[in-house]
């Protein structure tokens, strides 16, 4: 990576990180207590966030492997516990803003990791919450105007006029993504709780994945398409679908073809298909 220029933002919260900490060794120095002290040791860690963010951020734009998932979610979710401790009421407006963001960010990754491991409760969960938490942030950007707030929560209005900020528009559109992807890999389970209308249902979403597959599979006059999982190596898989803790299946965990659950198939045959690994 580059070395940052002046005219940008982490260069200019790695400024304010190396002033503020200049600040507190001048009080250690005189051994002061203060208001001041406090303030800059919150402020310090909110920029240290922010600028832990921005990494996470450029590598969910590098990668797409799985394992990247799995090490950000630890990153944020020491980002959440440092910001979580902050106390100062005068960056509390700053704070309730980056811990909704860090929330929000936490919930897509570990709702990636869920979809990769197959495991739809968890999956489903982070969905739930991931979508309640946009619902915060559309209830600000609807019922408050941006001259009646702070500078600090105004940051979730965005800039010169603009009615939505970039990153609420980004995240809307992760979760869209998301969801279309979640529409796929647990299709067979959300099929049979649909009552059978998932196509009415999966074309309301930005990508239609189950339609391009019936296309694609009445374009090819192949005899079934169908989407296998492979569950091979992952640690207490069971397949997707709902499962208690208590449940125990006879001979331990799968093993051989219950490995290769098909998440997606069509039409519903029982001869010769085409797969397509995810």
């Known amino acids: 990576m580059e070395p940052a220029s002046e005219s940008t933002l982490k260069h200019l919260y790695e400024t304010m990180i190396c002033e503020l900490e200049r600040l507190l060794e001048c009080n250690e120095a005189v051994e002061a207590e203060d208001i001041i ?6 402020l310090g860690v909110i920029l240290k ?63 990636c990791i869920s979809m990769g491991n197959c495991d739809f409760y968890n999956s489903t969960t982070f969905l739930q ?23 600090a929560t105004s940051l979730l209005r ?17 979760k869209a993504a998301l969801l279309s992807k979640f529409s796929i890999y647990f299709y067979s389970v959300l099929l049979n709780q649909s009552g059978g209308d998932m196509r009415a249902l999966t074309s309301k979403l930005p990508v239609d994945h189950p339609n391009r597959l019936i296309s694609f599979h009445r374009r090819t006059d192949a005899l079934t398409v ?15 679908g709902y499962f208690f803790q208590t449940d125990r299946r006879e001979g331990g965990s799968p093993t051989g073809l219950e490995l290769f659950p098909a998440v997606f198939y069509h039409p519903v045959i029982s001869c010769s298909i085409l797969l397509i690994s995810v």
């Not at 619902?135 to 009646?148: H, P």
């Not at 169908?226 to 997707?240: A, Q």
């Open 129 to 151: 919450s991931l979508t309640d938490k946009l619902s915060t942030w559309a209830e600000i950007l609807s019922t408050r105007e941006t001259r009646k707030l702070s500078f």
């Open 37 to 42: 002290t406090h303030l800059s040791t919150d």
């Open 226 to 240: 169908c989407i296998v999982f492979d569950g091979t190596g992952l640690s207490g898989f069971r397949g997707p």
């Open 49 to 111: 966030g922010r600028l832990k963010s921005m990494d996470v951020y450029e590598k969910l734009n590098n990668s797409n492997k799985l394992t990247v998932y799995t090490e950000l979610q630890v990153v944020l979710r020491f980002i959440s516990k440092t910001v979580k401790d902050v106390h100062s009421v005068a960056v509390d407006g700053w704070k309730q803003v980056f811990y909704l963001e860090i929330g929000i960010l936490y919930d897509s990754v570990q709702m």
């Open 158 to 174: 965005g800039v010169s006029g603009q009615s939505e900020p970039h990153l609420y528009t980004w995240f809307y559109k992760l």
